[in-house]
């Protein structure tokens, strides 16, 4: 243990955050820990020389784009297991990015059949195909679940499992803490609106849009966005509207279609501070994805959109076995967040649901009680030191 060294492969920047999260944790726990691998800017920063950055080359979304990027991403997977050829780590921390690292863990266990290999930020495969946790099963020594119904999916077909905790339980911002702690608490049991005190942060005549991180999203789900703000400033002409790009270029996508359109009266543009935003603005549209359950933990009451290209959705048909998409739908079992997919993704309908949500106290006050009750399944917001402490665990009983 004194020598170990854990090779990480992360594939996206939420990846690289969980990912940064986790070193700093091990770096507490076990201080003499080697690091190496591939991942982002914040895990470098803290692993050194020897860690690569690549997220801005592998963040992909969608199977069509998975397809025209084939040869790179196949040179990078034998890279990949070259490096760790050369490398000989004790352990390899796969994180999220389930299309590589799945694949990835089947090909280190044929080649190196003592390597560790754990899995933190567990692939949602019981949304898309259970079968798959068997083979997993015969790959991964160790899967560090972030939802607390994972570890009995997986532990049936003989895979190891721990529920660790949700890391965004540790990274909401501070100002929604009191809200989303005391008051929330209350609202679950009593089902009371909150108190205007309770959430003078946020201005009343805001609305965020928060179109997601990628480009192809940001194309096929802002116009969308767009057009109900439109809609509801057409209803209300106090209605003011942010948006929140992840970066600089995305927010030049967003401006050169609110020029384009002759929208942009209404319109601001934040870059880079989504958290921060989702604590000012009333109410969210949200692009389906990683920023639904942070919506909803920062206390926003919302409503989630969802289109890719027509590809990726049927081949998404075919295999996706969940009635919801969006992550406090699926911890609460029924639709607690409006969803608007793909077809049924309009305007006018959409604009319909966020004025509900504007104007219907009680309508609030119910999808706030059911936001406390999803915060209360995912753990205290010691994901990282958890995750860490597993690792440390399965190293000293390799050794």
């Not at 803290?46 to 397809?67: K, M, Q, S, Y």
């Not at 034998?78 to 390899?92: C, G, K, L, N």
């Not at 049927?314 to 406090?328: D, E, I, Q, T």
Request: with cysteine.
């Amino acid at each position: 243990m004194a020598d170990a060294t854990v090779y990480f492969v992360a594939g996206e920047r939420s990846g690289d955050n969980h990912g940064a999260a986790l070193l700093k944790a091990l770096r507490t726990r076990a201080p003499e820990m080697g690091f190496l691998g591939r991942g982002g800017p914040k895990m470098r920063a803290l692993a050194g020389g020897n860690f690569r950055d690549w997220i801005d080359e592998t963040a992909v979304v969608g199977l069509w784009e998975v397809i025209k990027r084939y040869p790179f991403f196949r040179k990078q997977f034998q890279a990949t297991i070259s490096e760790i050829d050369a490398a000989r780590p004790s352990a390899v921390v796969l994180i999220d990015y389930p299309g590589f690292n799945l694949r990835l863990a089947r090909a280190l266990h044929v080649k190196f059949p003592e390597l560790k290999i754990i899995y933190y930020i567990s692939p949602q495969v019981w949304a898309w195909n259970q079968r798959r946790v068997s083979q997993m099963a015969q790959s991964i020594d160790l899967m560090l679940c972030i939802f607390p119904f994972e570890p009995e999916l997986y532990e049936a077909s003989g895979l190891r499992a721990i529920f660790v905790g949700h890391p965004m339980m540790s990274v909401i911002p501070s100002e929604v803490e009191g809200f989303r702690g005391e008051t929330l608490k209350q609202m679950s049991t009593a089902r009371v609106a909150p108190s205007r005190s309770s959430v003078s942060a946020r201005d009343d005549q805001l609305v965020g849009l928060f179109p997601g991180s990628r480009e192809r999203e940001v194309n096929k789900i802002f116009p969308v966005m767009r057009q109900a703000a439109v809609e509801l400033s057409h209803q209300d002409h106090d209605l003011r509207f942010v948006i929140s790009a992840v970066s600089e270029p995305l927010a030049e996508l967003i401006r050169a279609d609110l020029y384009g359109k002759h929208a942009t009266g209404k319109f601001s543009i934040v870059t880079g501070d989504a958290r921060s935003l989702m604590a000012r603005v009333n109410v969210g549209m949200v692009a389906s994805g990683t920023a639904t359950l942070e919506a909803a933990l920062s206390a926003l009451p919302f409503v989630l959109i969802y289109r890719v290209a027509w590809l990726t959705y049927l081949a998404a048909r075919l295999v996706v076995k969940v009635k919801y998409l969006g992550m406090p739908n699926v911890l609460a079992n029924r639709e607690i967040v409006p969803e608007f997919i793909q077809h049924k993704a309009q305007p006018r309908a959409i604009a319909a649901a966020v004025r509900r949500l504007l104007a219907d106290k009680t309508e609030r006050a119910r999808m706030l009680a059911d936001f406390a009750n999803v915060a209360q399944k995912l753990g205290r917001g010691e994901a990282s030191a958890n995750a860490a402490e597993a690792i440390v665990t399965e190293l000293c009983h390799a050794g």
